[in-house]
């Protein structure tokens, strides 16, 4: 077991994969302490789009999703904020579950 998988709790790693003026693509990877599922995302530099993680391969717990859509939309959010920022590289947090 690797330190992505959690005792307890869910993790959610963002790797960054390729960015342009119109965004960047994230390598989305959720962790539960017995289970993996990987997706990607876009998110977009300008635009109402909000950030959604293409399908996953399997169920994932829907609270876990929905963190790493938090996390896309943050991330979004900032780079608004300071469009001459770069795109963090790699993001990894932990999560307790949430119903």
């Given amino acids: 077991m690797t330190i992505e998988h959690p005792d307890h ?3 959610v790693r963002l790797e ?3 960015q342009d003026a119109h965004g960047a ?3 989305v990877s959720l962790f539960t302490a017995d289970a993996c599922w990987q ?3 876009r998110v977009a530099a300008e635009g109402a ?3 959604a ?3 996953f391969e399997g169920e994932p717990p ?3 999703v929905r963190y790493a859509g938090s996390m896309l939309a943050v991330l979004q959010r900032d780079h608004r904020q300071a469009p001459s920022a770069r ?3 790699r993001i990894l947090r932990w999560r307790a579950e949430r119903g």
């Fill in 9 to 11: 709790g869910g993790r």
């Fill in 16 to 18: 960054l994969r390729e």
């Fill in 25 to 27: 693509l994230y390598a």
């Fill in 39 to 41: 997706s990607s995302a």
């Fill in 49 to 51: 789009n909000a950030p």
């Fill in 53 to 55: 993680c293409e399908p």
């Fill in 62 to 64: 829907a609270w876990l």
């Fill in 87 to 89: 795109w963090p590289r």
